[in-house]
């Protein structure tokens, strides 16, 4: 079955850092832009950062722009996310996600089923 | 930013029934809006591109209609395995925004 599995999620203490990674599984990441999107708890889902589908072009929400970093290695079909000066609102279900074309823009027609990540 | 408002932030339905949910741009988003079913614990899935185009795949029973600031995604029957919380998502600009979710529950 195609799918993408994250991992890397973690108890952290605040001003931590975590590194998340997503494989793809029969799911392609080459070429495709990936995003990675939370979901606080009791909160809806929020875009944290995207790269894209020839890792020349990223961006970042305001709120981890500075200290998140997101990068790509296609030839092992994985996705990461550095995650440094965590702090306790950045306590959230992450989901790794690929776009459904090269650019950041374009909806996210692929996704796993998150890594959770609690910094407390 | 853009701001995408979903109505309404929760419902009841039973089998069979026909629902409508909405989402408002807080600018216009052209036809850049896509909808997503949560289901907790599993992956989320892409159902309506593009304001009104099916994923290859999503049951035909899954609607989406508008453009630039107001859209409706339309469940014509409501089965037993749409009870699940979905999401509006405008791709117009960055950074990509979400509607705050609406969670259909069964009656």
């Known amino acids: 079955e195609a799918q993408i599995l994250e991992s890397g999620g973690d108890l952290v203490q605040p001003g931590g850092s975590l590194r998340l990674a997503c494989v793809g599984s029969?799911?392609?990441?080459?070429?495709?832009?990936m995003s990675w999107v939370r979901q606080a708890p009791g909160k809806g889902l929020e875009w944290v950062s995207g790269?894209?589908?020839?890792?020349?072009?990223?961006s970042y929400a305001a709120s981890v722009k500075g200290r998140f970093a997101i990068s790509r290695a296609d030839s092992r079909n994985t996705l990461y996310l550095q995650m440094n000066s965590l702090r306790v609102e950045d306590t959230a279900v992450y989901f790794c996600?690929?776009?459904?074309?090269?650019?950041?823009?374009?909806?996210?027609?692929?996704w796993g089923q998150g890594t959770l990540v609690t910094v407390s | 930013d853009i701001q995408m408002t979903q109505s309404p932030s929760s419902m009841s339905a039973s089998i069979g029934d026909r629902v409508s949910i909405s989402c408002r741009a807080s600018q216009s988003v052209s036809s850049h809006l896509s909808w997503y079913q949560y289901q907790p614990g599993k992956a989320p899935k892409l159902l309506i591109y593009e304001a009104s185009r099916l994923k290859t795949g999503a049951p035909s029973r899954f609607s989406g209609s508008g453009s630039g600031t107001d859209f409706t995604l339309i469940i014509s029957s409501l089965q037993p395995e749409d009870f699940a919380i979905y999401f509006c998502q405008q791709t117009y600009s960055e950074p990509l925004t979400f509607g705050g979710g609406t969670r259909v529950e069964i009656k």
């Open positions: 790269i894209s589908g020839y890792g020349g072009s990223t």
């Open positions: 029969d799911v392609i990441f080459s070429n495709y832009a």
């Open positions: 996600a690929r776009a459904s074309c090269s650019s950041t823009s374009c909806p996210l027609d692929f």
